[in-house]
């Protein structure tokens, strides 16, 4: 009977999930956008106690305390709860009975939003402005110290081969191990050069899996070597799309050379093609390596993150990108001891011009 006389019809229409509780902090009424966020269905939510569903000892402390003193409290929680909400806005708020209703007892009304998809907006315009600052400065290395590093090289080459004529080998492995490291030091403004100049898209109707069989060719020896063996799954229905050939190239040999890394004593590598419903594609590269610990998984895509002992920490940060470039997402699951698993979502044709049309307004 309670339940009936807390379900107005405000309540009822409100276009975000809405719960109503008693003291006991169970459900007595709960609006259609509260079982479709949560998965429960009407009958069996009533009576239900909240924490079952939203399991947050915060939540269930601002909800005693707004029940016995009134007022009113907002608060964010962070599940995931289910496959569907892994961050919440909750607004408490207490409901004093009013004049004529049956239970005179105060309750507590939920307002509850789903603000999943607003924190991976902000997380990702905040990775964006760190990106552009880094672009900046990996530019300007990369202008200022490219020349002077050019002509250092090209004089210990000169001195080398002198040397080396001269039969004076002691110093002649001297002059080899500069020289090797000024190449190493160009690799690496080399890598930030890459980093800058990423908005620069030159797009074509591409086959994915063409791309992808010449990565796995060009890096077949390696595989060898490391005793890692790769099984393709392709799906031959899967659409040409519009990529940057050389730059989802530079995605692919990132990745797969990051699970190569990760496998030394050997391991599986599988790659797969696959088309999706949403008018996209699929791409996943799957590993058996050692993996990589949740706790580090949040940050393996920042700039100059890195647990290798060479390397700037760019490669995963310019992985992600590119693939944000052609309107796609990059996504990670890891599990140590187990491997680790990347899957690329690039648009069709289809959904391409729609997030075209969408960034164009």
């Avoid at 990670?332 to 391409?352: A, H, M, W």
Wanted: hydrophobic share 40%; proline share 3%.
């Amino acid at each position: 009977m309670s339940s009936m006389l807390i379900a107005h019809d405000p309540l009822v229409n409100l276009p975000v999930a809405t719960a109503v509780l008693d003291g006991e902090l169970k459900i007595l009424f709960a609006n259609a956008e509260f079982h479709d966020l949560f998965g429960t269905i009407g009958k069996e939510a009533t009576g239900q106690y909240i924490g079952a569903i939203i399991p947050c000892r915060e939540l269930e402390r601002n909800l005693t305390a707004v029940s016995k003193s009134g007022g009113l409290s907002e608060m964010e929680v962070h599940g995931p709860f289910n496959t569907k909400c892994t961050a919440l806005k909750i607004v408490i708020m207490r409901i004093l009975p009013t004049e004529g209703e049956l239970i005179q007892q105060a309750h507590i009304l939920l307002v509850i939003e789903n603000i999943a998809e607003q924190l991976r907006h902000q997380e990702e315009r905040l990775q964006a402005d760190n990106i552009k600052a880094v672009e900046l400065i990996a530019a300007t290395m990369a202008h200022e110290l490219g020349n002077p590093l050019s002509i250092i090289r090209s004089s210990f080459q000169y001195i080398s081969e002198r040397l080396s004529k001269n039969e004076d080998g002691d110093l002649s492995k001297f002059m080899q191990v500069v020289l090797e490291n000024v190449d190493r030091m160009h690799d690496t403004l080399k890598d930030l050069c890459g980093f800058a100049w990423l908005d620069k898209c030159n797009l074509e109707l591409e086959d994915i899996g063409n791309t992808l069989c010449r990565v796995i060719c060009f890096l077949s020896r390696e595989c060898e070597q490391r005793q890692v063996t790769v099984e393709t799954i392709f799906d031959q229905t899967v659409p040409k799309i519009w990529a940057d050939r050389h730059q989802m190239k530079q995605v692919f040999l990132n990745l797969i050379k990051n699970a190569l890394d990760a496998m030394p004593q050997g391991g599986k590598l599988t790659i797969i093609t696959e088309r999706k419903e949403t008018d996209a594609i699929g791409i996943t590269i799957r590993d058996t390596g050692a993996g990589i610990a949740q706790e580090n998984l949040p940050l393996i895509f920042k700039p100059f993150y890195t647990t290798k002992t060479r390397g700037m920490g760019l490669g995963l940060s310019v992985c992600q990108n590119i693939v944000r470039q052609h309107h796609g997402q990059l996504a990670v699951s890891s599990r140590e001891g187990q491997g680790t698993t990347f899957v690329i979502t690039l648009p069709t044709e289809k959904r391409r011009k729609q997030h075209v049309e969408y960034s164009s307004r």
